[in-house]
């Protein structure tokens, strides 16, 4: 749970301090402050999983919810089939009905913690667009929706015109998914009294299309408010690493791995997503911000930016796993890691085999084991590191170059960890 908010603050005053406001309608300030709005975000259900760059619009519906609005999740089953254009730069590949209704299950899944749905005054709702969607006639659309669309209005959104611009140019079946997105606000708005869309600042043009529909038909005023798309300080695309998306799902990004993802974070990014994904109070953040230009080497803001996102997505439970195997990583206590959980946090080590058979008995020379392992490029390298203090055999140092490793040094009778230095790692696996 979050902690209680600020008396004194307003929803959007939190929002821009927290830097997520990149664009709002004009009156959604005085109207946030005045009344308890009903608001939504759609979520994409291409994967099966939400990923870290779907945080920030989660975290702006749980902060919506606790400043007292109605929150709404559409997972886009319906507009899932044709596929978003906006922010990419070639077409989808369209989804079948049952890989939709697999991903749906799990968005549903990933949600559900972050949100509260047993709230009294203002429980969180989940709704699948293709409820209403899937059942409209095709005349029917175009008549009672796309008849308040002209051409030259579609042309004119942004990420329609960046799409036209590209080779791929758009298809007809993306072209027509911000009516989709605009009638899907519009049922919104007859169902539930929706009158705010939030999402990435790319999804402008779609919103305020949904916003003009709603003033069309219904002579009201409906709102918009997107978020900055989030980036890293090194120009890299948030949420990417060497080997692959950042997942929500456990099963595709273990809590160990989602946690050194954020303790990895920049110095330079660090404040900025410690507002963007976590509870913490300005004070705070404040705090830790100033630790990061007195004292960056302790990490403090990164300890905290894993601890806290951590915690929120996967539980206590596994950031205290999380957390024993980062400790055990560096530490010597690797040994208590089960083989699970060593291959997890030495997933991106490079990994080496060797027959059961040569470490029996005396086994072999530290020394040639290093070469095997690719740790050092030759025995002679090998002594020098071993002479200065480098390597470590399941995490103790070796001192002496001629100790042999048997057996008895395999981890649950099936690993042995090599390290050089304090980063350089690598994995060897027995074979009968």
Partial sequence: MSPERNSQTTLLEDFRWRGIVYQASEGLDALAEREKLTGYIGFDPSAASLHVGSLLPVMALARFQKYGHRPIAIVGGGTG??????????ERPLLTLQQIEENLQGLRR???P????????NPARIVNNADWLAPIGLMDFLRDTGKYFTVNYMLSKESVKRRLDSEEGISFTEFSYMLLQAYDFLVLHDRYQCVLQMGGSDQWGNITAGMDLIKRLRRAQAHGLVFPLVTTAAGTKFGKTEAGTVWLDPKLTSPYRFY???FNTDDRDAGTYLKFFT???REAVTELEQALRTAPESRAAQLRL???VTRQVHGESALARAEKASKALF???IGTLTPEELLDVLNEAPCSR??????QGAGMSIVDFCVLAGLAASKGEARRLIDGGGVYLNNRRISEATKGVTVDDALHGKFVVLRRGQKEFRLIALET
């Avoid at 089939?81 to 070639?90: I, L, Q, T, Y």
């Avoid at 972050?114 to 005054?121: P, S, T």
């Fill in 279 to 281: 509870w913490l109070s």
């Fill in 354 to 359: 060797i027959e059961n058979a040569k470490l």
């Fill in 331 to 333: 530490g010597e206590e």
């Fill in 110 to 112: 990933q949600l559900e």
């Fill in 81 to 90: 089939m044709v596929g978003d254009p906006s922010g990419k730069s070639a």
């Fill in 114 to 121: 972050l949100l509260d749905f047993h709230a009294k005054e």
């Fill in 306 to 308: 894993a601890r806290e």
């Fill in 260 to 262: 050194q993802f954020w």
